[in-house]
């Protein structure tokens, strides 16, 4: 699923979405950074969300991948906003599933996987619910 768009007209509520999918996911348990980012005059804003938890369960999670990063970018172009969803931290778990199935280590590639899975996920709802702030669904 390509996790692009460019929305019409919508460069105007750049900081709305923003501030909606920082609150929809903070309410939702997870840490949430929004920041401003101006690049040779193109002015956007990144949010990034992170699936967060403390003690045991965070240890857990470094070790089976399932600690995953979703990065929401938001570029003004003239009127229109290009949307897109990125991975925090998908080569690292993408070169860890690679080196399982290549060295049969079993048990990393499945927890490599299940994270992998994860993070498609997180991506995806993401990017679902940014779209759906401009459908009006918030």
Known sequence: MERKKILKGAAYQQESCADYIVRLFSADDYQVQ???FDDEGTAGTLVQVKNTSSGFWSTAKRWTGLEVCAMLKLVQQGDDLELSVEAGKWLDKAALAA?????A????AITSAIGAVKQKKLLDKVFIDALGFFSGAK
């Open 34 to 36: 929004k920041l401003r």
């Open 99 to 103: 080196f399982g199935m290549f060295v």
């Open 105 to 108: 280590v079993g048990g990393l």
